[in-house]
């Protein structure tokens, strides 16, 4: 059934870039992402996007994580699929309003989380951005409560050069009703993104960012009230 549904997803996809890729530009990225605890998680992401001259958006992220033998978790594959749109509302382009439904699936749950962000561009090197994701659990293996969660990202990024930005992207999030709890033990957290990206010419274009994370519950199995931070290194090339 898993298989059945990614295979549907990125044959629609593929049909639609194909059908469609005269108009706009398309992004491929590929990242790596790894912990440096004791439970180091590594993860490899590949992902597609592409953006219409409509101003339409569309994209799929393939994920896959291993642990170290410490952990004794075996590795896991997760597909996103996303939609959007960005609507520009005023005359000289500094705002903008972008909705967007992304759907993501791994063996053993499914996520839907619709979205909107809100951005102004301040000057051409300053920019400032707000999102507010809902996402609920549509589907957990072994039944139970399905998670439901607020999300709400702030972003602000200077450009440093012409070809040297950086990046700030802190994110609040919590857990609705009974829905379970973060892996704080409570039900919230905070994490941070800093990055900076390097652009090589018009096509490539190398980030680093580093991943401040809430500390991990008291209780926890591994990393017990302490910062399990992530640092990320991405590739993109666009066309």
């Known amino acids: 059934m ?3 549904k990614l295979l549907t997803g990125v044959a629609t996809l593929t049909a639609l870039f194909s059908g469609f890729a005269y108009a706009g530009s398309t992004t491929i ?47 896991l594959a997760e597909n996103l699929f996303g939609i959007g749109y960005s609507y520009t509302l005023d005359e000289a382009k500094r705002w903008s309003l972008q909705p967007k439904l992304e759907y993501k699936f791994n063996p053993g749950s499914e996520t839907a989380r ?39 990202d702030g972003y602000i990024s200077y450009a440093l050069t012409e070809q040297i930005g950086l990046a700030w992207n802190p994110s609040y999030a919590y857990v609705l ?8 033990g409570e039900d919230d957290r905070w994490e941070h993104e800093f990055s900076v990206g390097y652009r090589i010419n018009a096509a490539n274009a190398l980030a680093v960012t580093y991943k401040r994370k809430d500390e991990t519950r008291e209780g926890a199995t591994y990393n017990a009230g302490r910062h399990n931070d992530a640092v990320q290194l991405t590739y993109s090339f666009k066309f």
């Open 177 to 184: 009703g009974d829905s379970g709890s973060m892996y704080t």
């Open 29 to 75: 990225a590929t990242k790596y992402e790894q912990t440096f605890r004791e439970n180091q998680d590594y993860k490899i992401k590949f992902g597609v996007g592409h953006v219409f001259d409509n101003n339409m958006s569309l994209a799929f992220e393939h994920q896959r994580r291993w642990r170290d033998e410490i952990s004794g978790s075996s590795e």
């Open 114 to 152: 619709p979205m909107l962000r809100l951005n102004y561009k301040i000057t051409d090197a300053w920019r400032v951005g707000a999102r507010y994701r809902y996402e609920y659990q549509t589907f957990r293996e072994g039944g139970g409560v399905r998670s439901r969660v607020n999300r709400f």
């Open 2 to 4: 898993k298989n059945k």
